[in-house]
Nanobody, 121 residues
Framework: QVQLVESGGGWVQSGGSLRLSCAAS????????MAWYFQAAGAPRELVAR???????TYVDSRKDRFIISRDNARKMIFLQMNRVIPEDTAVYYC???????????????WGQGTLVSVSS
């Protein structure tokens, strides 16, 4: 069974930094693109940044100067370095991955359970 597990969320003061991690585990054959999404209370889930296996990155414009996505293919992990955070960054952050499990010919979308980031002003 494939799982994505996020960690690193919590409280942070405005202007501070936080690093989120996401680890993929289970019977994995291959992992394609991975991404971070955020979902503020009462709002839809939105993309923060996406990274390919080769390290090509796509950022949402409003955060690309403050957030950095990275990836460690050997450890099946992605990270989100959040810098100069603001109260509007308060949300649940979800990890996403396009993963093919062992024995399958299909790539499926997987989501983590989310990790809450709260930014105090």
């Amino acid at each position: 069974q494939v799982q994505l597990v996020e960690s690193g969320g919590g409280w942070v003061q405005s202007g501070g930094s936080l690093r989120l991690s996401c680890a993929a585990s289970g019977s994995i054959d291959s992992i394609g693109d991975m991404a971070w999404y955020f979902q503020a209370a009462g709002a839809p889930r939105e993309l923060v940044a996406r990274i390919s296996t080769g390290g090509n990155v796509t950022y949402v414009d409003s955060r690309k100067d403050r957030f950095i996505i990275s990836r460690d293919n050997a450890r099946k992990m992605i990270f989100l370095q959040m810098n100069r955070v603001i109260p509007e960054d308060t949300a649940v952050y979800y990890c996403y991955g396009e993963i093919r499990s062992e024995g399958s010919s299909l790539t499926q979308d997987y989501w983590g359970q989310g990790t809450l980031v709260s930014v105090s002003s």
